[in-house]
């Protein structure tokens, strides 16, 4: 199959439909040895300093070649995307375009798709085959998610890492299955994490610094039970078909929708605390504001650049938070018990 690259998730059943093996970008850039080398390819090609690390990393993993072609989102995603666009042509990179509708609505959708699908010369139909085919990689991610939040058998690392290949699959979605079901296997012969530990969501783009921020919250007694944007990957809310798929997909549409979906998480996972991960020079950070608001619960607001490691100001910044939700959860139990 001919290698094409993403820039976020798309709805990856069109390109397999259509005879193409997604390749995440993300995924290649965050997970190389030297990330910073695939930036300073971009810099040298003059992408400014201030310009986000994910797009900067993304080009840096495209010129190193290997990709027949680079499928863009150019609505849903991130504006600096059409731009990337624009300099992967100019460097004789065959690019192709998809755009999420404006709004969650099925009929659009199903024509973004339909024309996606067309400009790849397959059909809607024959994508609506390949969704079968992968729903049970999703159902084993989804249910290690289960086993992370109710059971406490999953780390938050594993359940970040799983979660965020669910975009492309690792490139072998039966692989990929395989590898996932061993994984809970594994986790159900394990003992359960400690209850009194405290219970964090994660929100907002996936970290660059990802392995070290779920080792150092849980070597504080902290876990991340709930991944936000990473849980999306794996397409939580099927529906019937693709366009009610990508249509209950919430992160390319409005803040709002994320919220609802957020909200409702918090609650079912009895989350003590939130974390927001901004990424610097990012348009969604301005997001911050909306999600604070609608957030009955301390948040804290982390930024990363392309510090790959979590910085010692940004571990202060956390312990000083686990701190206070603790002494807030503390409260809070010696409340309910007070009358007793
Ligand atoms: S982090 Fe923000 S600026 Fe960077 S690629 Fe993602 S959406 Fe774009």
Same mark, same amino acid.
Do not use: M, W
């Given at each position: 199959m001919k290698k094409t690259g993403i820039t976020t998730t798309v709805p990856i059943e069109v390109l397999l439909a259509a005879g193409y093996q997604p390749v995440d970008l993300n995924n290649i850039f965050i997970s190389h040895p030297e990330p910073e080398k695939l930036l300073a390819v971009a810099e040298r090609d003059? $992408?400014?300093?201030?310009?986000?690390a994910w797009i900067k990393g993304i080009y840096g993993v495209c010129l190193q070649g290997g990709l027949d072609s680079v499928l863009c989102v150019?609505?849903?995603?991130?504006?600096n995307t059409i731009m990337l666009m624009e300099v992967l042509k100019l460097k004789g990179i065959k690019t192709m375009a998809f755009a999420y509708p404006e709004q969650p609505d099925s009929r659009r959708m199903s024509s973004a798709l339909k024309r996606l699908a067309g400009d790849l010369g397959t059909t809607l139909e024959a994508a609506e085959g390949l969704r079968d085919e992968l729903q049970p990689a999703r159902n084993a991610v989804l249910e290690l998610d289960r086993l992370t939040w109710q059971?406490?058998?999953?780390?938050d690392w594993e359940n970040h890492i799983s979660l965020v290949s669910?975009?492309? $699959?690792?490139?072998d979605n039966r692989r990929y299955l395989a590898g996932t079901e061993a994984l809970i296997e594994e986790c159900r012969r394990r003992q359960p994490y400690r209850d009194d530990m405290l219970r964090l969501a994660y929100i907002g783009?996936?970290?660059?610094f990802g392995r070290q921020l779920y080792g150092f919250l849980e070597s504080n007694?902290?876990?991340?039970v709930f991944n936000e944007v990473q849980r999306q990957f794996a397409m939580p809310?099927?529906?019937?078909n693709l366009p009610e798929q990508y249509t209950n997909?919430?992160?390319?549409?409005?803040i709002h929708g994320r919220l609802r979906d957020i909200r409702a998480e918090i609650k079912r996972r009895r989350i003590d605390a939130v974390v927001h991960y901004v990424q610097a020079f990012?348009?969604?950070?301005?997001g911050d504001i909306i999600l604070r608001r609608g957030l009955n619960l301390p948040v804290l607001t982390l930024e990363g650049n392309s510090d790959f490691g979590l910085s010692q100001q940004n571990r202060t910044r956390l312990e000083a938070f686990l701190d206070i939700v603790t002494l807030k959860r503390q409260g809070r139990r010696t409340l309910v018990r007070s009358p007793v």
């Open positions: 003059g $992408f400014p300093l201030n310009c986000c150019t609505s849903g995603d991130c504006s059971e406490g058998l999953v780390s669910a975009s492309d $699959f690792n490139q783009v996936p970290p660059v007694k902290a876990r991340v809310r099927p529906g019937r997909y919430t992160y390319p549409y409005s990012c348009h969604r950070a301005i």
